[in-house]
Structures are given as C-alpha cells and as structure tokens.
C-alpha cells in the first residue's frame, strides 16, 4: 500500500504534491509567461499602468472571493488568476516604463526564484542553507572588496534597503555609542547625522530603535542636493550642545528623489576627524561601482564602515534582494549580539549561521542569483546594465534641453531624472498620463513645487520611447484630458 494514496476529494492537500501537476501547471506557467514578456517588450497594449481607481480593483478582486470555490481538480487557483494578475499589473518590461526604482528583472532570473521558493531553505542556520549560506558569504566577500573595503570586508544579504539601513544602523550603535546599548539600551540619547534629503527609511529606522524624531539630524544640502559640508559641521555642533549623543553619519548614494551623490569622500573624512560612523546608503546609486564610466560619484565609499546596496534597483534582480556590506565583518555580529538557545550553541562569530548577522531569520535564498549573475559575468553584466540605464537618463536630458518649453532640474549622475513643462499644472499632468497612458513616470517634489520623475529601469527603452514620452505629455498639456 501507498504510504501517501490520493483520495478522490478535490480540495485534499495530496493532489497538489504530484509531479505530474507540477510538471503540468509549471509547463503552462512558462507559456505564459513568455507571451506576456514578448507582449510588454512590444508594447502590445494601451498603457503601461492599465489604469483604474483603487476602489474599482477592490470590488473585483472581493466579487471573485464571493464565488464558490470551484477550482478544477489538481489545479491550486483557478485557471483565470494568473491572467488577470498579468493583465492588471504595471508592466515594467514595457520599454515606456521610466517609474519608480524597481528593477525590470533579468527575465531568466524568474526560473531561479521560483527553483528557491521549492528548496525554500530557509537559511538562518547553516543546516537550513547548506548550498545558499556559503554562497552568500563567498559572493558578499568579493562584492565587498570590489567596493574597495578591504580584505576583512563582508556582508549579508537581506530583504531591502530599509531593512539594511535598520541593520548597519544596530551595529553603529554597538560600536558607536558609549556602554552597550544592545544589552542596557542606549545610555544617552542618540542620534546621526543624515541628509535632509535622505530616504524616509532612515528616519524610520531611528525611531524604531528608539530615538525619536530626535534621533535624525537632518543636515541642510546645497542647491545640487549634496550635504552641505559647512551645515554638517554646525548640526554636529548644535546636537552635540543639546546633548545627543551623534554616532554616524550616513551618505547618500544617491538620493531618491532627484539621485544626486553626496560628497563620499568628504563625509569619511568627517567621520574620521569625529569618531562617527561612517554608513552609505546606496540602496540605489552604489549599483554604478560596477561601471568603469559611472562609479566617479562613489569615490570615497572605499572609506564605509557599511554600505547597503539594493540588487532589485539597477541591477536586473527581482525584489527584495539586498547587500549590507562592512569594512569590518565583525561588525556584522555586533548588530544582533543575542542567545537563541534553539539555533545556536554559542555567541562566536560564525558565518555558516546567517541570523546571527540578520534582522531576519527565516529569508529567502537570496544569495543564489548574485552568486550566478556574479559568478557567470563578474561585474560586466551589471556594468552593461548601469551603463545603458545611466545612458537612458542621460539621453533623456539632452532631449529635455533641446526643448525650450521644458526645464531640467539637473543634469543626471545615475538613471533619475526629474524635469517639468514650464508654465503648466505638471501634477496634472502627470495624473493625465497616469491615467491615459501609454508611458508610466512619477513624480516629486522639490522645493515646494511639483517635477516630473523618470527613474530609466529598462534597458530597452529606445530614443524614440523617450521622445514619444515627452510628446505626449506636450499632447496631454494641450488636451482636455489634463484636469487641474
Ligand atoms: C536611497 C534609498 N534608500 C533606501 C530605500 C529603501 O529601499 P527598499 O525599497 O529596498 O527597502 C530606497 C528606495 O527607493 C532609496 O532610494
């Protein structure tokens, strides 16, 4: 007899642990799949948004729940989900897809997250990572070095960038602050030193550890966006006299909105001549250390006592896969100094152990597709990709400045940016294209008024893509469509 047989109950869990339903529902999934991709790349539909208001989705999806549960024999969701999943989501392979900083994954990188999401080792001990857990020590090394943080550098990856500013942001902490705060709290009230134009995650990541609004600094920036060095010098000054105690300062690199680099090189020698910590955010920009044409703006993050960098911006990799890099790899377990009793049998620094470095225990394993990416292409792939998104930006500039109705706000140092038609309502009208379509931008605001923001994601977004973009949205400035 069978130790497992199958009975003939449509909803038992034994039906859906067949290879021949795997094998079947897998073979379907690839079709599809594929006639999507080859769809979005051709632009085979009206918008790249199918837009609709948020109220509108919520009532199909709820009408959907209301039916019985009917699915078909061996099948898990119903024939039709999938379809519709595609047929409602933004499509990023869309070459007029120029949104939000999300990567426009490398398409055969699908394959490798869904062979993970099988294994699904879950990788906060060794035994629960024993491919995944050395790759991703092995892979963080070398990436660390190529950054230029020396030989003792290394890092972990984890699921983004807020989560890896959190982390390095523990272990400033723990190296930074006086008594040990990972043990008895902070003994004083801490603080760091961050751009005001900084991601609001680093903010957040200061009040979850406990420090209030209080706790960032927000240092003024010149014209450009860049840390101001004569504002950084005085908010040190002002802090340190209301009794904060400052424990790092954190670069941006770059920033979000408008993906300016702050002087790198400057903030280390800051951190140096004060004792601080010295952390980069790059969840977005540090991508161009791959790129012999675009790293100049990193120059100094060699300097980083950490370094988070997203994977899912301009790197190909679906999300969230992020790297936390330190100069110094002991500082990755300063971060997280705690017993687990069930998982680990000491507090040593071992690296098989993943969690010990980690917010997260359980996580995917993210190390599987940098290590593949890394260990096939070194950092050409990545370079070939930074370089054709910086170049999108760049091409995207020049046709701004060629037009005279239109104002560039600065001239692009990685694949952001932000422009706006002279004279007209660009909120407007970025809600007129949002919801005609055919391109998917965004938005932002600076100083107070509103600009349009294109961050370049897909590499194969043409000239003409953009040219087709600014031309619509002239069409939709002049047409009934733009409501104020
Ligand atoms: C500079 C910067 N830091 C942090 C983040 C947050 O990263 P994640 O979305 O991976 O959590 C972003 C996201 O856009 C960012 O631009």
């Known amino acids: 007899m069978k130790a497992c047989s199958k009975p003939n109950i449509p909803h038992h869990w034994s039906n859906f642990y067949t290879v021949d339903a795997f094998r079947r529902s897998g073979g379907e999934m690839v079709e599809q799949l594929a006639n999507y991709l080859a769809e979005s790349q051709d632009k085979h539909h009206d918008q790249v948004l199918p837009f609709s208001p948020p109220e509108e989705r919520l009532t199909y999806w709820k009408s959907r729940l209301e039916n019985e549960s009917d699915a078909e024999p061996g099948r898990l969701w119903k024939e ?7 047929a409602q989501s933004n499509r990023l392979h869309d070459p007029r897809y120029a949104g939000h900083q999300v990567a426009v994954p490398l398409p055969q990188l699908s394959w490798l997250q869904a062979a993970t999401a099988l294994l699904n080792n879950g990788m906060a001990i060794d035994e629960m990572g024993p491919a995944s857990s050395p790759m991703e020590e092995a892979v963080t090394q070398e990436l660390a070095q190529f ?3 020396g030989s003792g550098a290394s890092g972990i990856l984890c699921h983004g960038g807020t989560l890896a500013n959190l982390t390095a942001l523990l272990a ?5 602050a006086i008594g040990n705060a990972w043990k008895d709290g902070s003994a004083r009230p801490c603080a760091v030193l961050v751009s005001e134009q900084a991601h609001y995650c680093v903010d957040r990541a200061v009040r979850v550890m406990g420090w209030g609004a209080a706790g960032t600094v927000k240092v003024r920036t010149l014209s450009n966006h860049q840390i101001d060095p004569e504002a950084l010098r005085e908010s040190l000054a002002e802090a340190t006299a209301q009794g904060l105690e400052i424990i790092a300062v954190i670069g941006n690199a770059c920033t979000t909105s408008t993906g300016t680099f702050d002087d790198l090189e400057m903030l280390a020698s800051f951190a140096q001549q004060n004792d601080l910590w010295f952390h980069v955010d790059g969840a977005h920009g540090v ?10 703006p990193l120059k100094g993050i060699e300097k980083a006592d950490s ?3 997203d994977f899912h911006k301009m790197l190909g990799v679906p999300a969230l896969c992020t790297g936390l890099f330190y100069r110094n790899s002991s500082d990755a377990y300063a971060a997280f100094s705690q017993e687990a009793a069930y998982l680990y049998e000491n507090e040593q620094e071992e690296w098989w152990n993943l969690s010990k470095r980690t917010f997260e225990c359980t996580k995917r394993m993210l190390s599987v597709a940098v290590f593949g990416i890394w260990e096939a292409h070194g950092n050409k792939l990545w370079e070939s990709l930074v370089d054709r998104l910086v170049d999108r930006a760049q091409t995207a500039a020049r046709a701004i400045a060629q037009r005279p109705q239109w104002e560039l706000f600065a001239q692009p140092q990685s694949n952001i940016v932000c422009f706006r038609l002279k004279g007209a309502d660009n909120a407007a009208l970025r809600h007129a294209m949002l919801e005609h379509g055919p391109h998917y931008i965004v938005k932002t605001v600076l100083n107070d008024e509103t600009w349009l923001r294109c961050t370049f994601q897909n590499p ?4 003409g893509d953009i040219e087709g973009m600014l031309a619509r949205l002239e069409e939709l400035a002049e047409s009934a469509l733009i409501q104020p």
Request: aromatic share 4%; proline share 0%; hydrophobic share 45%.
């Open 80 to 86: 039709n989900l999938l379809e519709e999943v595609l």
């Open 147 to 149: 950054m230029g943080l």
């Open 172 to 176: 400033a902490r723990q190296r930074k």
């Open 287 to 296: 991508a161009q250390i791959f790129s012999e044409r675009n790293k100049a």
């Open 307 to 309: 370094v988070a960098m």
């Open 460 to 463: 194969l977004t043409e000239d």
